[in-house]
């Protein structure tokens, strides 16, 4: 735990520019360190300037599953629901209004149709999300529902769809999105590494917090196969979609805007919320 590397930390800004029918005119988007893997939005947008800034990082840094794809999507996701609330508009909708591509349509409308999105009902300590992306020659979009009890974040459900052309073994892709959303909710809501006084203190694997059997949600993974179009990998790609539907489902439930992962490793931080900036811990 004190020898080998570590996920990039990295900070990431965005911001927008709304045209008055909700299509997004300008964007922009800064990764500082933790790299270009899925910088480039999926969305159709007037003009945009995104860019992947390096940096000297006091750390052994290096891959992850996903690579910075987990953290851009994160970043981009939550924002995009953030745009979304700026103009009271629902997040699938606004998402469909600004995806151009068949392919992200088609994904987006296959998660919210499984996970009944326009069905779905506000209570109180529940909350919905939703994200979408693309990586890798793969397009997923995630729906997450979630529960808050005494602060205690709970994903209850996660349906995942996922389209990386033709589809050669169903059941080993079903396993592959699957626990993709197993291993990204780790990083999502858990998982960090903590230091004090230039010194690693998670120095043993029991205490490092991974999901447990009793955090894992319901998970429904619905697959597109498109005999049309070659396959893609789909090893990393499924991972992007968890951590900001989740993000955007805590902020539907409580309306803390959550901007670094993890989440919530210790339940729901008072006053979350207050960065304009999106971070991501490793």
């Known amino acids: 735990m004190t ?6 930390g990295g900070v990431i800004d ?4 709304l045209n008055p029918d909700g299509t997004i005119a300008e964007w922009e988007f800064h990764n500082y360190n933790s790299g270009p893997s899925g910088l480039q939005t999926p969305y159709e ?9 390096q940096s000297k990082s006091p750390l052994r ?5 996903g690579l910075a794809a987990t953290a851009n999507h994160f970043a981009r996701e939550c924002y995009m629901d953030e745009l979304a609330h700026s103009i009271q508009m629902d997040p699938l909708e606004f998402r469909l209004k600004n995806a151009k591509n068949e392919r992200l349509r088609n994904v987006i409308q296959a998660a919210a149709d499984k996970f009944g999105w326009k069905s779905r009902k506000k209570t109180l300590g529940r909350g919905f999300g939703i994200s979408a992306g693309f990586e890798k020659g793969g397009y997923v979009a995630a729906c997450a529902e979630i529960s808050v009890t005494h602060g205690a974040v709970k994903v209850v459900r996660v349906v995942e769809a996922f389209e ?18 197993a291993m990204g909710l780790g990083g999502a809501m858990f998982e960090q590494i903590d230091f ?27 697959l597109l196969d498109r005999k049309d179009i070659v396959s893609a990998g789909a090893g990393e790609t499924p991972i992007v979609g968890i951590a900001p539907a989740v993000g955007n489902a805590i902020f539907d439930a409580t309306g803390q805007r959550i901007r670094s992962l993890p989440m919530a490793p210790k339940g729901l931080p008072a006053g979350a919320g207050s ?6 811990g490793g």
């Open 275 to 280: 960065s304009s900036s999106m971070a991501n």
């Open 61 to 65: 840094q290096s891959s992850y599953r």
């Open 164 to 181: 990386c052309g033709a589809v050669v073994n169903p059941e080993h892709l079903a396993n592959q999105v699957e626990g993709a959303v």
């Open 45 to 53: 947008v007037g003009s945009k300037k995104e860019h992947q800034h």
């Open 14 to 17: 965005a911001g927008a520019r």
């Open 3 to 8: 020898w080998a590397y570590f996920r990039p």
């Open 196 to 222: 004090a006084d230039n010194k690693i203190i998670t120095n043993k694997l029991s205490h490092y917090r991974v999901p447990r059997f009793a955090d894992m949600p319901v998970i429904e993974s619905v």
